[in-house]
Every structure is written in C-alpha cells, then in structure tokens.
C-alpha cells in the first residue's frame, strides 16, 4: 500500500516505460528513494501481500480472502469494524452503518433459509438439523436473539447429540455459541418458573377482590411448548370482568363497558397514574414483572370489524373463564385453542401495525393451530368456517398471510391450514419480521424518533406500507388512533 504526496504527479510524468513496456510504480518509488523521502513500513508475521494484476492472480486472492472470513467469522478491511475497535465510533454508529448491509438480498436470504432449516428441526418439521459453518451458527444465533427464541432452539440443540459443524469450521466460535446457547435456556427456565408463581399469586388476588380472571397468551402459550420453560417469558396479560353473582346474567357488550370502568376505576384508586387504553390498563408490576389487565382481549381498527370481535368475545366469554388447567402449583383459566385461533390472530395483526411483530408469537400461532386440542379444525367443511369467520372479522388477509409462513418456512403440515395460504402477504410479513425482530424492536428502518410526534409519524409511515397489503386496516388505523386519544382524554 502506497501513499504519496502531491508531487508524484510530477515525478510520474517523467518516468519511462520499463522493458515489458509499462510505467511501474516500482520506478516512482526509487525516484522517492534517491530523493531521501522514503519511508517503509515492513508488515510482520500474519500479513499476506496478495497480487491482482492479471485475472488468475484476483481470482486466487478473492478465494483466500473469501476462505479466510469464512474460517474466522470476520470481515477482512471492514472500515466500520476498525473505527469500532479503535473506539473513533459508538457501538449504536456501527449497527447504524451496517443497517443498508444487512438489507443484501443474497445474504440476508441465505442467512434466513439456515435460520429456518434450524428452526423447522426445533419444531419437529425437519428430521435432521443442517450442518453449519461456526459463522453461519453465530448468524443463526444472533437472528434467534432479535426474534426473542434463544432458549426455544437452544433447547432442542442441548439435547441433541448429533448436531454437525461442517468441516469443524471455527469450532471455537461454534463452542462459545453453545454456551451462550446453554446459560440462556437456564436464564429463561429459570423466569418461567418465577413467572408461573406469580400468575398464580396475581390471579388469587384479583379473585378475591371480586373478579373472574383468565390469562391471555403468554405463559398459557407456553404450556403448548414440548418444553413449557423454553419461551421466552414477557409480562402477564390478565382478561378481567366483575364476578357474576347471578349465574342467569348473560355477558353483553353493554356489561363489558361497565365492568372496563369498574376494573379502571379499581386500579387508578391506589394507582391515580395508571395509563389505561380501550383494551386495557396497565396495572402496577408484581415482584418486577409488567401486569396488563385486559377488559376487552383485543380489538380492530375497522368500528364495524371491531364491533364484531367484541361480539365474539362477549358470546364466547363463559366458555374462557370456565376453562381451567395447571400451571405451576395452581390451577388458572385460559382460553380454548378454538378461541385462541381468532385472539392471536387479531393480536399478531394489530402488533404488525403498531410496532412489529417477532417469530415468537408465529411459534405460538403454530402451536395453537397444531395442538391436540384443535385437531377437530382439519377438513373443508371446517376451512369454510373458518373462512367465514375470518371474513367477518376483517381477518381474512393477514390470516391467509401467516398460514403462508406456517406452512413454508415452518414446515406446518398443510392438513392444519386454517384457510388458503396468501404466498404474497405472506413474504410481505415475514419480511417485516425478519427485519423488526421481537416486537420491532430491532427495526431500524426510517425511525423518526421515541417521543409521540415521532411514534405517530411511525405509525403513518407503516401505515403507507402496509396499506398495498392491508388497504382496508391502513386506512382505519388513523381514523382508531384519532378516536382513540378522545377515548383516552375520558379516562385520563
């Protein structure tokens, strides 16, 4: 590598052409030499200098460096790389430069068929886990990061004898993986285990304060797991309504109304700062976890499409709160896999909208249509319900896109699709998943800043993106936001 000064210019001007009839820089460089200005700097053991003169010399140096990035999962001459180490840039620069790399279409659809090839064999989809390269193990691991299922895959990998690194390409960077792999699968049991008492103790309590409580998603989600401590654990979603003394009462959504400001009223009387939304209130944490009271489980954008869902929810609300199984040391309800095909599907598309949705809540969807429980969804006769339903609900298009995905990248057998598979919705959300990660949270695409202008100007951006997708939802999304902060100014 050679640096001049501006006269070389000069200097090149008057050099003559050697015996093979080229103008050499080896020419210049003695020139510099004669004149006492020259200045080497010998490059120590581990440098290669590599010629790229003629087409075979570039070929063979474009392999050894491609051998040698392969091999020790680093780039060669990666600018941003230096600066980082040289601390002349921040951590959050260098993700922020890397972002327009991360968008190549080849890498990122290698990177993702290995992901899936993983996650299908966690899943039971796929018999035989793929042979990986130590840095393709690390790109592995590091999408399982921002989709929030570190502990889903590590566990299936732990527990696996068989699992092959090719070539034992950089075992060392494959060994640290694994124990990354091993203390995350003990930290996330370990919160499981934490968070299925507190439900318990959370739930007696509401109970005896005089309401029905059933949990939503979550820990609930967790029991359909083969290994229920595995899922990454989030805060606790409550559905609540006032006790029903009168057996004979039959729900409505007039009594819904009223019991959202029973349950507001109880909880801002010794949290004046609760912040409470249409759905739910955010109640006080519990031992550090995040509590959710839910009056109403979910909602549209759509007014007609949301008074719908909350006609379902009302017309199947007994059945939720009746409907009790084990967890931890105690006993809960939680609603049936049959309810929970439209509650999280309505929950998965309002998070698309909000602020992103993860592959973990894809997981969940793909146990709750494969369980045991909602075998009896198999056949066309039951599709064309559930066809109906969706079309009722205003739930048709996203639910086409995710039974894409199920079927596609997860491996779900095509017998549990619940309706036809939409190939383009499809690739259109699992692209945004791909790129937002656990709830958005890794999407870093036109951010316009965390205070409420820039949430809302982030809302409408998506908004404009999804609309060609989701034309009917895009447009409403606005229309329930300006509605919703009136709604909101009420209970204030």
């Not at 792999?181 to 008492?197: F, P, Q, T």
Request: aromatic residues 12%.
């Amino acid at each position: 590598m050679y640096f001049y000064p501006n006269k070389v210019v000069e200097i090149a001007k008057n050099i003559k052409p050697s015996a093979r009839g080229e103008y050499e820089i080896t020419t210049v460089n003695q020139q510099f030499l004669e004149n006492g200005e020259l200045k080497v700097q010998s490059l120590g053991h581990g440098f290669a200098w590599l010629d790229t003169g003629t087409h075979d010399s570039l070929s063979e140096a474009s392999t050894y460096i491609e051998v040698l990035e392969k091999r020790q999962g680093l780039k060669v001459g990666c600018l941003e790389g230096i600066a980082y180490r040289q601390g002349w840039i921040t951590e959050y620069r260098m993700r922020e430069l890397a972002q327009p790399m991360l968008k190549n279409e080849l890498v990122m659809e290698n990177i993702s068929h290995k992901f899936f090839e993983v996650l299908r064999f966690c899943l039971g989809t796929q018999k035989e886990c793929p042979t990986l390269s130590g840095s393709e193990w690390k790109e592995v691991y590091g999408l399982c990061e921002r989709q929030g299922i570190t502990a889903i895959i590590g566990t299936k990998l732990m527990n696996d004898p068989n699992i092959k690194l090719q070539d034992n390409d950089n075992i060392d960077v494959f060994k640290d993986l694994i124990v990354s792999w091993a203390s995350d699968v003990r930290k996330v049991a370990k919160r499981n285990g934490a968070l299925n008492e507190h439900v318990n103790s959370v739930i007696r309590r509401f109970t005896t304060s005089g309401f029905n409580c059933c949990l939503l998603k979550g820990q609930g989600n967790a029991l359909l797991y083969p290994e229920p401590l595995s899922r990454t654990p989030g805060d606790i979603d409550l559905w609540l309504r006032k006790a029903n003394k009168d057996n004979h009462t039959t729900p409505s959504l007039r009594s819904v109304c009223k019991d959202s400001r029973h349950i507001i009223a109880y909880i801002k009387h010794f949290a004046p700062n609760a912040f409470a939304t249409y759905h739910h209130i955010q109640c006080p944490s519990y031992k550090g976890t995040e509590i959710e009271l839910h009056y109403r489980p979910a909602f549209m954008f759509s007014p007609i499409h949301n008074h719908r869902l909350q006609r379902f929810f009302v017309t199947n609300s007994d059945e939720q709160f009746a409907h009790f199984v084990k967890l931890g040391t105690g006993r809960i309800a939680m609603p049936t896999m049959e309810f929970n095909v439209v509650f999280q599907l309505c929950h998965i598309f309002r998070h698309l909208f909000q602020e992103g949705v993860g592959m973990r809540q894809i997981i969940d969807y793909y146990l709750v249509l494969t369980s045991q429980e909602t075998s009896d969804i198999e056949g066309r006769s039951c599709q064309t319900n559930w066809n109906s339903m969706f079309s009722y609900l205003g739930l048709m298009e996203i639910a086409g896109a995710i039974v894409w995905i199920l079927i596609h990248e997860l491996g779900m057998d095509e017998r549990f699709a619940i309706v036809k598979a939409d190939e383009m919705r499809g690739k259109f959300v699992l692209n945004e998943i791909l790129a937002g990660g656990n709830f958005g949270k890794h999407d870093k695409r036109h951010t316009f800043g965390d205070g409420k202008v820039g949430r809302n100007f982030q809302r409408l951006w998506r908004d404009c993106r999804l609309f060609r997708y989701f034309p009917s939802d895009a447009l409403w999304e606005p229309w329930f936001r300006t509605w919703h902060f009136l709604w909101r100014l009420r209970y204030r």
